[in-house]
């Protein structure tokens, strides 16, 4: 997919449908922190790339899992797009002034209690990555084509706490919130819903 058809796509389709299972648990919990993420796409000769990273085997929390740049709000970020270009230059050394903003999706409640924000911007500029040891284990581009087709999208549903929850699993080891983000995301260009399901026990 070209940078002409993804903001074609995705300024003009009409949002999908929210899947957040956990807002009505977490929604007003007192514990419930606020973060972003940066899904950042970068042109290339065959087409948009998007940027993850792999976190590191020390992380207190979702250790060697794939990962959008992103993290908590602090007291000094103006908005959810201040956060998440902050903590992409701190994880990958990624400049805001080497992005475009093109808009961002629906909030989504974590298991971990976060409200994450995915703001979704178009890398302008090439940069040279910078990884923080503590927090990346390392930075690779995945094609944004392979997670378009449905098929190649697997979910599983899971009872939990009296709802059912639909965990994701996609191409390039994603999965979780991640790949629940990746789903919406994908949602909103016109692409229909993963449609691979497998068992619980699988």
């Known amino acids: 997919m070209t940078t002409d058809e993804f903001l074609t796509r995705f ?14 648990r977490f ?12 899904i950042a796409l970068e042109p290339s000769p065959t087409g948009l790339q998007i940027l993850l990273t792999e976190r590191t085997s020390q992380m207190p929390t979702h250790a060697g899992e794939v990962a959008f740049p992103g993290g908590k709000v602090d007291a000094n970020d103006a908005d959810p797009w201040h956060t998440a270009t902050r903590e992409s230059w701190e994880e990958i050394g990624l400049p805001a002034s080497h992005l475009h903003h093109v808009g961002e999706l629906a909030p989504f409640h974590t298991i971990s209690k976060f409200k994450v924000s995915p703001q979704v911007a178009i ?59 990746m789903e919406q ?5 016109g692409y229909g819903q993963a449609a691979n399901p497998m068992s619980a026990s699988a």
């Open 11 to 24: 300024l003009y389709n009409p949002r999908p449908a929210l899947e957040d299972p956990l807002q009505s």
């Open 27 to 38: 929604g007003n919990h007192p514990r419930l922190r606020d973060a972003a993420v940066l």
């Open 123 to 181: 890398v302008t500029k090439p940069f040279e990555p910078q990884l923080s040891s503590r927090e990346v284990a390392r930075l690779f581009r995945a094609p944004l084509a392979d997670f378009l087709d449905p098929q190649q999208r697997s979910f599983v549903r899971l009872q939990r706490h009296d709802a059912l929850h639909q965990v994701y699993f996609m191409p390039h080891n994603v999965w979780g919130a991640t790949a629940a983000m």
């Open 185 to 189: 995301l994908v949602r909103h260009l």
